[in-house]
């Protein structure tokens, strides 16, 4: 009987940190400057800051739904 090769392990990639914003449209946001990729976090860490203080005012005006007056 012929021996069984073993399967190699395959190392899939750390998965990032789940992104709010699309780098492609960011980065297709700017006309004449290139975006570092440090960027991308710091961006969405500011839009989950204004989401969540939007929640706040929505919530502290009895609402469930956060519209554009709560930004």
């Known amino acids: 009987m012929a021996a ?3 399967k190699k392990a395959t190392r899939r990639k750390a998965k990032p940190a789940d992104l709010i914003i699309s780098k492609s ?3 297709n946001a700017t ?3 290139n975006v ?3 960027f991308y976090g710091a961006l969405d860490a500011h839009v989950r800051g204004i ?3 939007a929640e706040v005012r929505a919530i502290g005006n009895k ?3 956060i519209k554009a007056v709560d930004i």
Do not use: A
């Open 4 to 6: 069984r090769k073993k």
């Open 25 to 27: 449209r960011t980065k």
């Open 31 to 33: 006309k004449k400057c």
């Open 51 to 53: 989401i969540k203080g």
């Open 36 to 38: 570092s990729s440090e």
């Open 63 to 65: 609402r469930k739904t």
